[in-house]
């Protein structure tokens, strides 16, 4: 059965050294910090595998996956100025399609997007639809502190809309003073508080109030063909459907429909590499088969059971071939 794999990252020297050319001095850390970021990045950063496209192929053959759609990884942090930033996401886009290019068949691309200017970020997402043949774009964390439902970035998801391509959310880093208020503790290390605030929790907590917030924003009512993807089985949203519907109800909202009634037929979910039989079947209860497709967050996660993840599950056979390729081809037109 083909698979195609939506969460794919990777990284170019080119775009991290532009990237670095901006970062200016950095504060010192004090110690117990230092050492944490030290141990957290010898322990998860997949620096060398986000390089080296022979091993990625390796493990798309060893694993059955047919194609990856590429989005290359924190294409540009939140200190570079605005009109940098469009010109190295350019950079990034084009060295995705030369991927693609190289790799005839096995690379989709997703748009990386200079945020920070709404109005150029459309005309690039529609660069790289029209030219570069990309399937989408992939936005990570907020920009400047901006959730994306705030009006000035309507323009990316009306682009979206028109183009008929789906947003992506991913997480980011969420800001040092959450971190600290809801993460942080004495009674446990720094290192510990720092994955609970991103990567175990914070940050997937982010997205879903993000996706939350766009749906109450009432931007389905105004682009009735926008979709999103969401990853990690939907950041949590899924689980409180019932309870937004009560709580945020149409007369509270003013909206055309009831959150949950946007979120199931909006939302596309992935799950980012968290390999759970059990999340599998719930989201198919809950989302139906049709609104989920298959991502693994290559290399952050490198599962060596993708193909059998999916074959073994208790899907009926019609349910695995939508999630394994057909929704993807159908939502990402490839
Ligand atoms: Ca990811």
């Known amino acids: 059965m083909r698979i195609i794999t939506l969460e794919e990252h990777y990284a170019d020297q080119h775009i991290m050294d532009e990237n670095n050319a901006f970062r200016g001095e950095q504060p010192a850390l004090p110690p117990e910090q230092a050492e944490a970021m030290k141990f957290l990045m010898s322990r998860a950063f997949p620096g060398p595998e986000l390089l080296d496209f022979e091993k990625r192929v390796e493990y798309m053959d060893r694993n059955g996956i047919d194609v990856q759609v590429l989005s290359v990884t924190t294409p540009v942090s939140d200190n570079v100025p605005a009109a940098d930033a469009i010109r190295i996401i350019r950079e990034a886009n084009d060295i995705t399609k030369k991927h693609m290019e190289e790799h005839p068949g096995r690379f989709e691309g997703f748009a990386?997007?200079?945020?920070?200017?709404?109005?150029?970020?459309?005309?690039?997402?529609?660069?790289?639809?029209k030219d570069l043949g990309f399937c989408g774009a992939m936005i990570a964390g907020r920009s400047r502190g901006r959730f994306y439902n705030e009006k000035e970035f309507f323009p990316v998801f009306e682009k979206a809309a028109e183009l008929d391509v789906p947003i992506y959310f991913h997480p980011a880093l969420i800001p040092m003073e959450i971190q600290q208020t809801y993460y942080m503790s004495d009674a446990y290390s720094f290192a510990v508080g720092s994955e609970l605030a991103s990567a175990g929790y914070g940050w997937h907590s982010e997205v879903g109030i993000q996706v939350s917030r766009m749906i109450l924003s009432g931007i389905f009512d105004k682009l009735p063909t926008l979709k999103f993807l969401s990853g990690h089985w939907g950041e949590t949203i899924p689980a409180f459907l019932e309870r937004m519907d009560t709580i945020l109800d149409r007369e509270l909202t003013g909206l055309d429909k009831k959150f949950s009634e946007y979120y199931k037929e909006h939302v596309y979910i992935t799950p980012s590499g968290i390999m759970s039989n059990d999340q599998l079947e719930y989201i198919v209860k809950v989302m139906g088969a049709d609104h989920v497709l298959y991502a693994i967050d290559y290399p952050y996660m490198k599962p060596e059971n993708v193909y059998e993840f999916?074959?073994?599950?208790?899907?009926?056979?019609?349910?695995?071939?939508l999630i394994a390729h057909k929704n993807a081809e159908k939502l990402l037109h490839i």
């Open 310 to 321: 999916l074959m073994d599950s208790s899907l009926s056979d019609e349910d695995k071939e």
């Open 112 to 129: 990386a997007l200079p945020m920070i200017d709404p109005e150029a970020s459309a005309k690039e997402l529609e660069r790289c639809v």
